[in-house]
């Protein structure tokens, strides 16, 4: 049984999780592995669950907080008709 390297807690299905530079990880749970290998925003902090928006070496998790970091070329939204 493993034990979780964020909660310590120890649980038959923990997983394993190695990271493209090849650390290795247990987590009991993806909250927990969220906690200790998701990037953080730039801008205001938040843990980046989704794809994000990297700018550089920059990762925002959201095109207005890159645009408040000054990256100005990045969109939520494609641009679409307005609906009448």
Known sequence: M?????CGNEYQDAFTL????G????FD?????IHRVAPECAHCGCKV?????QAGD???C???CAQESGVGTV??????PTMA
């Open 2 to 6: 493993n034990r979780c390297d964020v």
């Open 18 to 21: 190695r990271t493209a530079g």
């Open 23 to 26: 650390q290795e990880y247990h």
């Open 29 to 33: 749970s993806f909250e927990c592995a």
């Open 49 to 53: 669950i989704g794809h994000g928006v």
């Open 58 to 60: 920059r990762i925002f």
């Open 62 to 64: 959201c095109a207005h």
């Open 75 to 80: 969109s939520d939204n494609a641009a679409h």
